[in-house]
């Protein structure tokens, strides 16, 4: 099922689409609507762009029988009346006359503007996955994640500035290699100063956001009562079973004190070599079976 | 023993305790203010006793008892009234080991249950945390 960010990115890669189709093949408006997903291959042929294939993999996600490669939300054939309208928003969205709304009438600035759009509209997405990921890999309290601001990244260093933290000191964090690439992409976007994340008013997320975001990943994949907090104390678990020293784990935590990651962590660890010990333990010759 | 504070005493060992918690303990800029919020929500609490003087410091166990359920009155989680107590008893600790109070109890010796949720080893099953991190880097590839 798609999320409310995801809706969003899905109808404007399905505007874009068609509107991409409809100037540069020869087909109506009403006969595109009517293709169905066997016909994605033949279609991609008029793209000189990523915009089907972005369009189709977010079409992949709805959960729907129906064969239209073009449908509603909810998996219905889309009806040129709708689909003139919604085009109609997006052109007042993007500051742009509303007419003429056709595909082949509008003018080049017109489309541009609408092709200007695709990182608003796919921003929340963005946010959500990369705050998923700072929590996930790095294991950043949420308080930390809503509070980056692009000028906290630094991609020579490959650190994470973190002027506000728990110990009221600042921080520096290493930043994973698998973060740097989508970060810079979406960070070549901001200025200097801008939030990481903001809301859909502009204001700068809360620690509230980061929970949301992270409960609509869970829920994208099914999951529960998956968290922050959670997160964070499961990249600890994993690099203690992973047999990471303590200190290291202490680093990437940034506990003030080693002795905190010891109380939270270290019983894993002891029971895993007390597991081992006693594995091997037989104290009569013949086991029980 | 419990034994009773005038409010002028009181103001000299809280400045006391403040610079203890910082010297002998180590506490940062942030554990001392919260500690000085659970205290001032203590004394708020103590202010609405009428059998007590006005300004009149008291720590005991019935104290305790009473001002758990003050916070609990005022709506306050479980998790919140254990944090305040955390301060509370972090001053009671101070006043038996400088000044010969009695000894600080627990919550539960003192009688209270608290219901904590709070579990730092409540770590996400491998399965799941596997999924989730699967979803992300899924997405982080389409960031183009």
């Not at chain 1, 270290?266 to 086991?287: E, G, S, Y």
Request: hydrophobic share 35%; aromatic share 10%; with cysteine.
């Amino acid at each position: 099922m798609l999320t409310y960010e995801k809706s969003n990115e899905f109808r404007y890669f399905r505007e874009l689409s068609i509107v991409w189709l409809t100037r540069n093949s020869k087909f109506p408006v009403q006969q595109i609507l009517q293709k169905k997903l066997s016909d994605f291959t033949e279609l991609n042929k008029f793209f000189t762009n990523d915009l089907l294939t972005t369009y189709k993999g977010l079409r992949d996600q709805l959960e729907t029988d129906e064969p239209w490669l073009f449908p509603t939300d909810d998996g219905k054939l889309y009806m040129p009346g709708k689909f003139a309208q919604n085009i109609q928003r997006l052109l007042e969205k993007a500051d742009m006359p509303s007419k003429p709304n056709h595909p082949v009438k509008m003018s080049q600035a017109q489309v541009e503007a609408l092709l200007g759009l695709r990182f608003s509209l796919q921003r929340p997405v963005y946010q959500q996955t990369i705050a998923g990921a700072l929590l996930g890999l790095q294991a950043m309290r949420a308080e930390e994640v809503a509070g980056l601001r692009k000028k906290d990244i630094d991609f020579e260093s490959l650190t994470i500035f973190l002027e506000d933290t728990k110990s009221q000191e600042p921080q520096y964090l290493p930043l994973h290699p698998d973060l740097v690439k989508p970060l810079s992409i979406y960070l070549a976007r901001l200025k200097p100063n801008d939030p990481l994340f903001v809301t859909s008013t502009g204001s700068q997320w809360d620690r509230k956001d980061v929970h949301q975001a992270v409960g609509k990943i869970a829920s994208q994949c099914g999951l529960e009562n998956i968290n922050p907090r959670r997160l964070r104390s499961t990249v600890g678990h994993e690099m203690m079973s992973g047999g990471v020293p303590l200190n290291g784990i202490s680093l990437v935590l940034r506990h003030s004190d080693e002795a905190t990651t010891a109380r939270h962590y270290l019983h894993l660890r002891d029971i895993a070599d007390a597991r081992r010990v006693i594995n091997q333990f037989r104290p009569v010759a013949t086991p029980v079976e | 023993m419990s034994k009773s504070i005038n409010s002028e005493q009181l103001k000299d060992l809280l400045s006391e305790f403040f610079t203890y918690l910082k010297g002998v303990r180590a506490a940062t800029d942030a554990t001392v203010a919260a500690y000085r919020h659970d205290l001032d929500m203590y004394l708020e609490y103590l202010q609405s006793k009428p059998e007590l003087a006005s300004g009149e410091f008291l720590i005991n166990e019935r104290t305790i008892r009473g001002f758990v359920a003050f916070l609990r009155a005022r709506g306050n989680a479980d998790s919140t009234v254990q944090r305040r107590l955390d301060g509370v008893n972090a001053f009671w600790k101070f006043l038996h080991l400088e000044y010969d109070f009695n000894a600080p109890k627990s919550a539960r010796d003192c009688g209270i249950r608290l219901k904590n949720k709070r579990n730092p080893s409540a770590n996400i099953p491998r399965a799941e945390y596997q999924l989730f991190m699967e979803t992300v880097y899924a997405d982080l590839r389409k960031i183009q």
